[in-house]
């Protein structure tokens, strides 16, 4: 038993050390996510920045074509003369001086990489091999070409900043933000403002940075996107949790299982222990009745003969229950035995219990009987309601100390057995029906038994289709009812 205890707590440190194992790892493994898609919005944050700002470039260009011709603008992206990658834009505007039309050329070049070979041709070949060679994305392409346009439209028509920021709200909210924020448009020589009503950014806001040219850019703050990327992650997060918990479920079962084995193991030792001990009694005093009348002449005496042989008769009774009950047990946990259905007289099959009950206990015993009808009959199988009958009242009289009073009801709807004993406490009744189960007495052991009996009792009742309830109070006495219809 000792080596079993120190195997069951390895096991539960082992199921602990795996579950804590597995929580462990979920949590890492949603702390990276987390951070994996924190990094996803951010990047989507700056991608709507520079959309919304496309937006209001080609807005902005729109405008300036609905107003007519204003002149020309050429942007580029390549290699410059210097070997260099860079965007270039070029605008020719035309102006009117003392009445004459006259073209005014301006040319901004932004260089992406000026640390290259000067030696460079700058010819279309030479500039896309070169843009290879350096792994220029065609999102780095599309940012230098929009760079480009963004100096040669502001050559035309200034930054409109509050369509900026209405294009900018509309993109935040298809990323599913939309919570207050602030704007800033800054330039060389002025800042421009754009706040939510009421709202003033707390410590730990984000800021978010689009430098559009070299001379201008747009600052975003808005409170953390935590929330938004937790509400992302629920999913996730509930699927991780049942995962979890079924373990949990199925390390508990399996833990539960085991203990309950283990308890199995320990009632079929005791009850290999009781049954030894409960077949060795009565084969010993037949034995000793038997040996009396044959080597002491006890024979000869009518009446110790008579004794001896009720002795004997009696005990073989006894020991033919047991077998019977076992046998029963063994039985029902196949499925192979049938009840023999008949009508049974209640009162007739009574008396005779009654009588054996009280011949064969060593304390005094009163029996009390109250049938109704009188010729009260039921179908049952004879057998085994004599036997559910035989162990209700057997246990009324072995768990009552002193002298036992024991009161038998009958009707058409139930049969009740009723004693004024020492009860059974109210946390043990729920198991006085498992197999092998004895309620704890401490280091008493008057009352013998091997806890079949109301197991038995329980087993055949239903397998009549009826039902049995018990209620019972410690220290004054229990009452099983078998309910028959």
């Given at each position: 038993m000792r080596v079993m205890n120190v195997k069951l707590k390895y096991i539960a440190v082992l199921v602990i050390v795996a579950l804590l194992g597995v929580a462990a790892y979920q949590a890492y493994w949603l702390e990276q996510l987390h951070f994996t898609?924190?990094?996803?919005?951010?990047?989507?944050?700056?991608?709507?920045?520079?959309?919304?700002?496309?937006?209001?470039?080609?807005?902005?260009?729109?405008?300036?074509?609905?107003?007519?011709?204003?002149?020309?603008?050429?942007?580029?992206?390549?290699?410059?003369?210097?070997?260099s990658i860079t965007t270039k834009a070029v605008t020719t505007t035309q102006v009117t001086l003392d009445g004459e039309t006259l073209e005014q050329k301006t040319g901004v070049v932004l260089r992406s990489n000026p640390?290259?070979?000067?030696?460079?041709?700058?010819?279309?070949?030479?500039?896309?091999?070169?843009?290879?060679?350096?792994?220029i994305s065609v999102t780095e392409l599309a940012e230098m070409i929009q760079r480009g346009l963004h100096l040669g439209v502001d050559r035309f028509e200034g930054t409109r900043y509050e369509k900026y920021d209405s294009l900018l709200t509309a993109g935040l909210q298809q990323l599913g933000l939309s919570g207050d924020h602030r704007l800033l448009c800054i330039k060389t020589d002025t800042v421009f403002r754009q706040t939510t009503k009421g709202y003033t950014p707390s410590k730990n806001a984000r800021q978010y940075v689009y430098d559009w040219t070299d001379y201008g850019r747009y600052e975003l703050t808005i409170e953390p996107t935590t929330g938004l990327v937790w509400r992302?992650?629920?999913?996730?997060?509930?699927?991780?949790?049942?995962?979890?918990?079924?373990?949990?479920?199925?390390?508990?079962?399996?833990?539960?299982?085991?203990?309950?084995?283990?308890?199995?193991?320990?009632?079929?030792?005791?009850?290999?222990n009781n049954i030894t001990h409960e077949l060795k009694t009565p084969i010993a005093v037949a034995y000793a009745a038997n040996d009396a009348l044959l080597n002491f002449g006890e024979q000869a005496d009518e009446a110790k003969r008579h004794h001896y042989l009720t002795l004997c008769r009696q005990q073989l009774e006894r020991l033919s229950g047991m077998v019977e009950q076992i046998?029963?047990?063994?039985?029902?946990?196949?499925?192979?035995?049938?009840?023999?259905?008949?009508?049974?007289?209640?009162?007739?099959?009574?008396?005779?219990?009654?009588?054996?009950?009280?011949?064969?206990?060593?304390?005094?015993?009163?029996?009390?009987?109250?049938?109704?009808?009188?010729?009260?009959?039921?179908?049952?199988?004879?057998?085994h309601l004599s036997n559910i009958l035989n162990n209700l009242i057997d246990n009324?009289?072995?768990?009552s100390p002193g002298e036992a009073h024991v009161e038998i009801a009958a009707s058409s709807s139930a049969i009740s057995v009723t004693d004024h004993g020492m009860g059974i406490a109210a946390d043990k009744l729920p198991h006085i029906y498992d197999k092998f189960y004895r309620i704890p007495t401490g280091d008493l052991h008057d009352v013998?038994?091997?806890?079949?009996?109301?197991?038995?009792?329980?087993?055949?009742?239903?397998?009549?289709?009826?039902?049995?309830?018990?209620?019972?109070?410690?220290?004054?006495?229990?009452?099983?009812?078998?309910?028959?219809?």
């Amino acid at each position: 038993m000792r080596v079993m205890n120190v195997k069951l707590k390895y096991i539960a440190v082992l199921v602990i050390v795996a579950l804590l194992g597995v929580a462990a790892y979920q949590a890492y493994w949603l702390e990276q996510l987390h951070f994996t898609i924190g990094e996803q919005m951010d990047n989507d944050i700056r991608e709507a920045m520079r959309v919304a700002d496309l937006k209001e470039v080609f807005l902005r260009l729109k405008s300036i074509e609905d107003k007519g011709p204003h002149g020309t603008m050429d942007v580029r992206a390549g290699i410059g003369e210097d070997g260099s990658i860079t965007t270039k834009a070029v605008t020719t505007t035309q102006v009117t001086l003392d009445g004459e039309t006259l073209e005014q050329k301006t040319g901004v070049v932004l260089r992406s990489n000026p640390s290259v070979d000067s030696d460079s041709t700058a010819n279309d070949e030479n500039a896309f091999m070169k843009m290879l060679e350096e792994q220029i994305s065609v999102t780095e392409l599309a940012e230098m070409i929009q760079r480009g346009l963004h100096l040669g439209v502001d050559r035309f028509e200034g930054t409109r900043y509050e369509k900026y920021d209405s294009l900018l709200t509309a993109g935040l909210q298809q990323l599913g933000l939309s919570g207050d924020h602030r704007l800033l448009c800054i330039k060389t020589d002025t800042v421009f403002r754009q706040t939510t009503k009421g709202y003033t950014p707390s410590k730990n806001a984000r800021q978010y940075v689009y430098d559009w040219t070299d001379y201008g850019r747009y600052e975003l703050t808005i409170e953390p996107t935590t929330g938004l990327v937790w509400r992302e992650m629920a999913g996730i997060l509930t699927a991780s949790g049942l995962i979890v918990l079924l373990l949990g479920l199925a390390f508990y079962f399996l833990i539960r299982t085991i203990i309950r084995q283990r308890t199995l193991d320990e009632m079929k030792s005791d009850f290999t222990n009781n049954i030894t001990h409960e077949l060795k009694t009565p084969i010993a005093v037949a034995y000793a009745a038997n040996d009396a009348l044959l080597n002491f002449g006890e024979q000869a005496d009518e009446a110790k003969r008579h004794h001896y042989l009720t002795l004997c008769r009696q005990q073989l009774e006894r020991l033919s229950g047991m077998v019977e009950q076992i046998l029963s047990m063994s039985m029902e946990r196949r499925r192979q035995f049938k009840l023999n259905i008949e009508t049974v007289p209640v009162a007739e099959l009574l008396q005779p219990i009654i009588e054996q009950q009280q011949l064969k206990a060593d304390k005094p015993v009163t029996i009390t009987t109250h049938i109704e009808p009188e010729d009260l009959a039921v179908q049952a199988d004879r057998a085994h309601l004599s036997n559910i009958l035989n162990n209700l009242i057997d246990n009324a009289i072995k768990y009552s100390p002193g002298e036992a009073h024991v009161e038998i009801a009958a009707s058409s709807s139930a049969i009740s057995v009723t004693d004024h004993g020492m009860g059974i406490a109210a946390d043990k009744l729920p198991h006085i029906y498992d197999k092998f189960y004895r309620i704890p007495t401490g280091d008493l052991h008057d009352v013998k038994g091997y806890g079949l009996g109301l197991f038995y009792v329980k087993t055949m009742v239903e397998k009549h289709g009826w039902n049995i309830d018990v209620s019972s109070t410690k220290g004054k006495g229990t009452s099983f009812t078998i309910l028959l219809i």
